[in-house]
């Protein structure tokens, strides 16, 4: 790409993934920028994997104060409350992952998130053109409407711009991508072909009607919806629910589940009930879904490997990790 | 989050990791932040610069360090109460006997080559404690649970055969590019920089009397006022060029093949260009000898870039002569080393040059690296996700929750629409000669092969043995430890030199051999087949073992190859003398219909210092059965399947 090469530097360095993906991949790789917002477990995991990966810049944005739960599946604050007094969780975050690999930017950009202000729209605050900046977007712990907002952002810019969110409850976590039109080459046998694939919006994956939804999918797409549907219409921040909203989140299913004509036992009170009380984070559930959220983001920057098609779910109690393609049928117009 | 139970166990439980590389890394710190507090962390390696993109637990300023000791202090920071443990040492010294394996709940493997695997999967059996086993390449992983008798164990699988090539393949008739690596690296290479009494084919066998075989020899010796220029070009001439026509007059070889096109010098670099280069390398004398590299001398900078093949000759040349002026000392001694930049580029060169003669493509020195150095593909990502996976795996062994246990496979196209596929356990192989009393058959001339090639063929080589003892009846032939007296020792080395039908007692058809480790407390019993005659290309061993994890016959499926780009094939199919291989992998199943395919995946395996291979790529089909279950109830059609929820 630009005919520029990697320095002497960058191919030690980089050796063994650049035996993975090629040299032009970890050229795009190194001229890429991130944007990070949201720093739990599962985003924590995914900094180190891209920052590891050697992409140009990554900016990070939380502007939370450090709190033991933050911490619980944070491996990049040293334990010691003298360090962290008075800094952004998004600041402390900052030092430890600059440290990891000397050749990629680290900056923080604060405001936007206001996590416990309900009535801020977050992220969304922040104009269209700060967005311009960016070959990729993830956002995580952010309420439906913040998702949407920004998702509608990244689709305005004039240049493709990559969204992704995610997000891990109990042993569960959900990968939303959002590539637009994503054009990359395939190699079919001794052959290289072109392959389009045309990703649908978050707001027009999730209104896609439950009854046209792929055959069996995923339990926890459908629980998700619902739980993100309680969040919003009860003014909640993304994630702070408890055991004591079960009896509400069941209405809610039911109502939802009736709309959509679907049976309520797709989803079981078993899931919804981990969902809601499981806020904790559980370590290998954020390293693994922050791995393949990784994977996806460098797959799409790098033009290497088919990257997936729009939704990955994880459940540690049976250890599937799928992927689901929910987009509006085309009949359907 | 974890349940109130998971966390019990965790906090409670004492666990044994071996490897603290790529996968080690990553486990160590899934470990930490999950509630462990007791951990300890085998690894004999230091840290190197190919590690930082993954390891990231390691900085630059750490290149050197042990890995165990370093990750312990990086964990620290970020848990630091809890109790982390280091050795920076071999898993299979002695000190990590059956009782130092006995004292943990589990064993969690981030090893990098077949070798210690085997060790720490008998240590498990033998203490009787679970191994979570595991391994990653490029996008690819998985992660496997070893209980004894209620899961197969490590080696109840076959694991794929290393690869080697037909000598002839190699020293006349080379059809790819690993050929021309493998001449380049393994004869070349040793020839004029190593061991100059190992046995080399380097030279064609000639069909030719006339010229005597000392004639050949002086090829390759310096004469004592030479000047280095015309001996780099006399070695260049007699490889590519005498040696060329040499096997061309062999008119038999190249009824069906392309015939190769003799090279010599004058005809790639005139004679004033050389010199010339001759004296840019006195002006590149001065540097510091750790990094002289041709490259740099003759200003070529990208090892991604394909070099002519004048460029190739002039790179040969440059890095003969650098390893005269620059490296005396350590000529007759050298072993090629992946990390050698001047190694490499001598062998990239050499290889270059044999494939244009051959009419095969020519490759980048950075292509060349990987195929000589066995390097293995390695991203954090898979190495995160497979440490994620094994700790699941590990909670539910603590659990003792044997139903739910899973080995994954972490893959890189989705397979009905999985990218993490779990499949139950398979029993364990009532073959197995290392989980099971299995006798092993041995075909073997007992009057031509000393109880020396046993040794080192069979027993180390192929069953895996660190400290072997090796019985006929009640009498030993051969033992190893540190308790001998001088006479055993003197007893034992004797008998290493006799054959077999020659050592007291004699062995012969019939005869039943006990082979035992103590360290890893495994016996097993040898029959002895006499065989008169063996296939020197077929059988270069001289002796055949079965009753053992022999792979089973292979069945190429072009529908069954997982594509993992096209660098790896080369890679996979390599032959190397010492290999730094990370993160190995050995098995991915495809699912297709009623059969239930594996994929051996550019599996690698570092065995040290003995001429070891890595793996091609095989596929193998074993036929679907009951014990398999299916695990997406998409495929009801399917009647060899039972749902699983």
Same mark, same amino acid.
């Given at each position: 790409m630009?005919?520029?090469?990697?320095?002497?530097?960058?191919?030690?360095l &980089?050796?063994?993934?650049?035996?993975?993906?090629?040299?032009?991949?970890?050229?795009?790789?190194?001229?890429?920028?991130?944007?990070?917002?949201?720093?739990?477990?599962?985003?924590?995991?995914?900094?180190?994997?891209?920052?590891?990966?050697?992409?140009g810049?990554?900016?990070?944005?939380?502007?939370?104060?450090?709190?033991?739960?933050?911490?619980?599946?944070?491996?990049?604050?040293?334990?010691?409350?003298?360090? &962290?007094?008075?800094?952004?969780?998004a600041?402390?975050c900052?030092?430890?992952?600059?440290?990891?690999?000397?050749?990629?930017?680290?900056?923080?950009?604060?405001?936007?998130?206001?996590?416990?202000?309900?009535?801020?729209?977050?992220?969304?605050?922040?104009?269209?053109?700060?967005?311009?900046?960016?070959?990729?977007?993830?956002?995580?712990?952010?309420?439906?409407?913040?998702?949407?907002?920004?998702?509608?952002?990244?689709?305005?810019?004039?240049?493709?711009?990559?969204? &992704?969110?995610?997000?891990?409850?109990?042993?569960?976590?959900?990968i939303?991508?959002?590539?637009?039109?994503?054009?990359?080459?395939?190699?079919?046998?001794?052959?290289?072909?072109?392959?389009?694939l045309? &990703?649908?919006?978050?707001?027009?994956?999730?209104?896609?009607?439950?009854?046209?939804?792929?055959?069996r999918?995923?339990?926890?797409?459908?629980?998700?919806?619902?739980?993100?549907?309680?969040?919003?219409?009860?003014?909640?921040?993304?994630?702070?629910?408890?055991?004591?909203?079960l009896?509400?989140?069941?209405?809610?299913?039911?109502e939802?589940?009736?709309?959509?004509?679907?049976d309520?036992?797709?989803?079981?009170?078993?899931?919804?009930?981990?969902?809601?009380e499981?806020?904790?984070?559980?370590?290998?559930?954020?390293?693994?879904?922050?791995?393949?959220?990784?994977?996806?983001?460098?797959k799409?920057?790098?033009?290497?490997?088919?990257?997936?098609?729009?939704?990955?779910?994880?459940?540690?109690?049976?250890?599937?990790?799928?992927?689901?393609?929910?987009?509006?049928?085309?009949?359907?117009? | 989050?974890?349940?109130?139970?998971?966390?019990?166990?965790?906090?409670?439980?004492k666990?044994?990791?071996?490897?603290?590389?790529?996968?080690?890394?990553?486990?160590?710190?899934?470990?930490?932040?999950?509630g462990?507090?007791?951990?300890?962390i085998?690894?004999?390696?230091?840290?190197?610069?190919?590690?930082?993109?993954?390891?990231?637990l390691?900085?630059?300023?750490?290149?050197?360090?042990?890995?165990?000791?370093?990750?312990?202090?990086?964990?620290?920071?970020?848990?630091?109460?809890?109790?982390?443990?280091?050795?920076?040492?071999?898993?299979?010294?002695?000190?990590?006997?059956?009782?130092?394996?006995?004292?943990?709940?589990?064993?969690?493997?981030?090893?990098?080559?077949?070798?210690?695997?085997?060790?720490?999967n008998?240590?498990?059996?033998?203490?009787?404690?679970?191994?979570?086993?595991?391994?990653?390449?490029?996008?690819?992983?998985?992660?496997?649970?070893?209980?004894?008798?209620?899961?197969?164990? @490590? =080696?109840?699988?076959?694991?794929?055969?290393?690869?080697?090539?037909?000598?002839?393949?190699?020293?006349?008739?080379?059809?790819k590019?690993?050929?021309?690596?493998?001449?380049?690296?393994?004869?070349?290479?040793?020839?004029?920089?190593?061991?100059?009494?190992?046995?080399?084919?380097?030279n064609?066998?000639?069909?030719?009397?006339?010229?005597?075989?000392?004639?050949?020899?002086?090829?390759?010796?310096?004469?004592?006022?030479?000047?280095?220029?015309?001996? #780099?070009?006399?070695?260049?001439?007699?490889?590519?060029?005498?040696?060329?026509?040499?096997?061309?007059?062999?008119?038999?070889?190249?009824?069906?093949?392309?015939? !190769?096109?003799?090279?010599?010098?004058?005809?790639?670099?005139?004679?004033?260009?050389?010199?010339?280069?001759?004296?840019?390398?006195?002006?590149?004398?001065?540097?510091?000898?750790?990094?002289?590299?041709?490259?740099?001398?003759?200003?070529?900078?990208?090892?991604?870039?394909?070099?002519?093949?004048?460029?190739?000759?002039?790179?040969?040349?440059?890095?003969l002569k650098?390893?005269?002026?620059?490296?005396?000392?350590?000529i007759?001694?050298?072993?090629?080393?992946?990390?050698?930049?001047?190694?490499?580029?001598?062998?990239?060169? %050499?290889?270059?040059?044999?494939?244009?003669?051959?009419?095969? !493509?020519?490759?980048? $020195?950075?292509?060349?690296?990987?195929?000589?150095?066995?390097?293995?593909? %390695?991203?954090?990502?898979?190495?995160?996700?497979?440490?994620?996976?094994?700790?699941?795996?590990?909670?539910?062994?603590?659990?003792?929750?044997?139903?739910? @246990?899973?080995?994954?496979?972490?893959?890189?196209?989705?397979?009905?629409?999985?990218?993490?596929?779990?499949?139950?356990?398979?029993?364990p192989?009532?073959?197995c000669?290392?989980?099971? =009393?299995?006798?092993?058959?041995?075909?073997?001339n007992?009057?031509?092969?000393?109880?020396?090639?046993?040794?080192?063929?069979?027993?180390?080589?192929? $069953?895996?043995?660190?400290?072997?003892?090796?019985?006929?009846?009640?009498? $030993?032939? @051969?033992?190893?430890?540190?308790?001998?007296?001088?006479? =055993?020792?003197?007893?034992?080395?004797?008998?290493?030199?006799?054959?077999?039908? #020659?050592? !007291?007692?004699?062995?012969?058809?019939?005869?039943? $051999?006990?082979?035992?480790?103590?360290?890893?407390?495994?016996?097993?019993?040898?029959?002895?087949?006499?065989?008169?005659?063996f296939?020197?290309?077929?059988?270069?061993?001289?002796m055949?073992?079965?009753?053992?994890?022999?792979p089973?016959?292979?069945?190429?499926?072009?529908?069954?190859?997982?594509?993992?780009?096209?660098?790896?094939?080369?890679?996979?199919?390599?032959?190397?003398?010492?290999?730094?291989?990370?993160?190995?992998?050995?098995?991915? !199943?495809?699912?297709? #219909?009623?059969?239930?395919?594996?994929?051996?995946?550019?599996?690698?395996?570092?065995?040290?210092?003995?001429?070891?291979?890595?793996?091609?790529?095989k596929?193998?089909?074993?036929?679907?059965?009951?014990?398999?279950?299916?695990?997406?109830?998409?495929?009801?059609?399917n009647?060899?399947?039972?749902?699983?929820?």
């Amino acid at each position: 790409m630009d005919g520029e090469e990697l320095t002497e530097q960058e191919t030690a360095l &980089y050796d063994r993934q650049i035996r993975v993906w090629g040299a032009d991949a970890q050229r795009r790789l190194s001229k890429s920028h991130i944007l990070i917002s949201g720093l739990k477990g599962t985003v924590i995991e995914f900094c180190k994997n891209i920052v590891l990966a050697g992409v140009g810049s990554v900016t990070l944005n939380d502007d939370r104060i450090v709190t033991e739960e933050l911490l619980s599946a944070n491996f990049l604050i040293p334990s010691d409350e003298n360090v &962290y007094s008075g800094k952004t969780l998004a600041e402390l975050c900052c030092d430890s992952l600059k440290d990891f690999n000397p050749m990629v930017r680290v900056s923080v950009e604060k405001g936007g998130s206001c996590f416990h202000n309900l009535l801020c729209r977050e992220l969304s605050n922040f104009h269209v053109d700060f967005f311009n900046k960016f070959d990729a977007v993830v956002i995580s712990s952010c309420s439906l409407l913040t998702k949407k907002t920004v998702n509608e952002m990244c689709r305005k810019l004039l240049k493709r711009t990559a969204f &992704y969110t995610v997000d891990c409850r109990d042993s569960c976590g959900e990968i939303f991508v959002d590539l637009q039109n994503y054009i990359y080459s395939k190699k079919k046998g001794d052959e290289t072909v072109e392959c389009l694939l045309e &990703y649908p919006s978050f707001e027009e994956a999730v209104s896609v009607p439950w009854r046209s939804l792929p055959r069996r999918v995923s339990k926890l797409y459908l629980a998700m919806r619902v739980i993100e549907k309680f969040e919003e219409l009860e003014g909640r921040i993304p994630g702070e629910t408890s055991a004591a909203d079960l009896l509400n989140v069941q209405k809610l299913r039911k109502e939802l589940c009736d709309t959509h004509s679907v049976d309520e036992s797709q989803i079981p009170d078993a899931l919804l009930e981990r969902l809601l009380e499981g806020t904790r984070e559980f370590p290998p559930v954020c390293a693994i879904v922050g791995g393949i959220l990784g994977q996806e983001v460098i797959k799409a920057i790098s033009g290497k490997g088919d990257p997936l098609k729009n939704f990955f779910f994880f459940d540690a109690t049976d250890g599937k990790g799928i992927i689901e393609d929910i987009h509006k049928q085309k009949a359907e117009g | 989050m974890a349940s109130e139970q998971q966390l019990s166990a965790i906090k409670g439980a004492k666990v044994l990791m071996v490897g603290a590389g790529g996968i080690g890394c990553e486990l160590l710190k899934t470990l930490a932040l999950s509630g462990f507090k007791d951990i300890h962390i085998i690894d004999m390696d230091t840290i190197e610069v190919s590690n930082l993109n993954r390891q990231f637990l390691f900085r630059q300023s750490h290149v050197g360090q042990s890995k165990a000791k370093v990750a312990r202090e990086a964990v620290l920071k970020f848990r630091p109460h809890i109790s982390i443990t280091p050795y920076h040492a071999n898993v299979k010294d002695p000190d990590f006997n059956v009782d130092f394996f006995k004292q943990f709940n589990v064993v969690l493997n981030g090893l990098d080559n077949l070798d210690a695997r085997r060790h720490v999967n008998r240590l498990c059996l033998a203490a009787g404690v679970p191994l979570v086993e595991s391994g990653t390449t490029g996008f690819l992983g998985q992660v496997t649970v070893h209980v004894k008798g209620r899961s197969e164990c @490590y =080696e109840c699988q076959p694991k794929p055969a290393p690869k080697t090539y037909p000598v002839c393949t190699i020293t006349s008739t080379p059809s790819k590019f690993v050929h021309c690596i493998v001449w380049a690296k393994d004869l070349l290479f040793v020839k004029l920089f190593g061991d100059k009494n190992q046995e080399n084919d380097l030279n064609v066998r000639s069909s030719d009397a006339s010229s005597s075989s000392q004639q050949v020899e002086d090829a390759f010796e310096r004469g004592k006022d030479e000047d280095i220029e015309q001996y #780099g070009r006399r070695v260049y001439d007699h490889v590519f060029g005498y040696n060329i026509e040499l096997a061309l007059s062999n008119e038999e070889t190249w009824k069906n093949r392309n015939r !190769p096109r003799p090279i010599y010098m004058k005809d790639v670099i005139p004679i004033e260009l050389i010199h010339r280069n001759g004296n840019q390398v006195k002006s590149s004398v001065d540097g510091d000898s750790s990094s002289v590299s041709a490259m740099s001398s003759l200003g070529l900078k990208n090892p991604q870039d394909l070099w002519s093949l004048k460029e190739n000759s002039t790179i040969f040349l440059e890095a003969l002569k650098l390893f005269f002026l620059k490296r005396e000392k350590e000529i007759g001694n050298l072993c090629f080393d992946k990390d050698d930049q001047l190694a490499v580029e001598f062998v990239t060169a %050499a290889a270059n040059i044999r494939a244009s003669s051959f009419g095969i !493509p020519l490759h980048s $020195l950075f292509e060349a690296k990987g195929i000589a150095g066995n390097i293995v593909h %390695a991203v954090a990502t898979t190495n995160a996700i497979i440490a994620g996976l094994i700790v699941i795996e590990a909670i539910k062994v603590l659990q003792n929750d044997i139903k739910n @246990y899973r080995m994954t496979y972490c893959l890189e196209h989705p397979t009905r629409k999985m990218l993490l596929m779990p499949v139950e356990p398979f029993e364990p192989n009532k073959s197995c000669y290392v989980c099971s =009393e299995t006798p092993l058959t041995l075909e073997i001339n007992t009057n031509r092969s000393k109880l020396r090639d046993l040794v080192d063929k069979i027993v180390k080589s192929k $069953l895996g043995m660190s400290l072997p003892l090796i019985m006929h009846g009640s009498d $030993l032939l @051969y033992e190893v430890g540190d308790d001998l007296d001088k006479d =055993e020792v003197a007893n034992y080395a004797a008998n290493l030199e006799k054959v077999l039908s #020659g050592l !007291p007692p004699p062995v012969m058809g019939g005869t039943i $051999l006990t082979v035992e480790d103590l360290q890893q407390e495994l016996k097993c019993s040898i029959n002895i087949k006499h065989r008169e005659e063996f296939d020197e290309e077929k059988e270069p061993d001289g002796m055949i073992l079965s009753g053992w994890t022999q792979p089973p016959a292979v069945e190429k499926n072009g529908k069954t190859s997982i594509d993992n780009g096209e660098s790896t094939s080369s890679a996979s199919q390599a032959t190397s003398l010492e290999t730094e291989v990370d993160d190995d992998l050995q098995i991915i !199943p495809v699912q297709t #219909g009623k059969k239930r395919k594996f994929l051996d995946i550019a599996s690698s395996d570092n065995l040290s210092v003995t001429k070891e291979t890595k793996i091609k790529r095989k596929a193998e089909e074993i036929d679907g059965n009951k014990d398999f279950v299916m695990l997406d109830d998409e495929n009801s059609e399917n009647s060899k399947k039972k749902g699983e929820q």
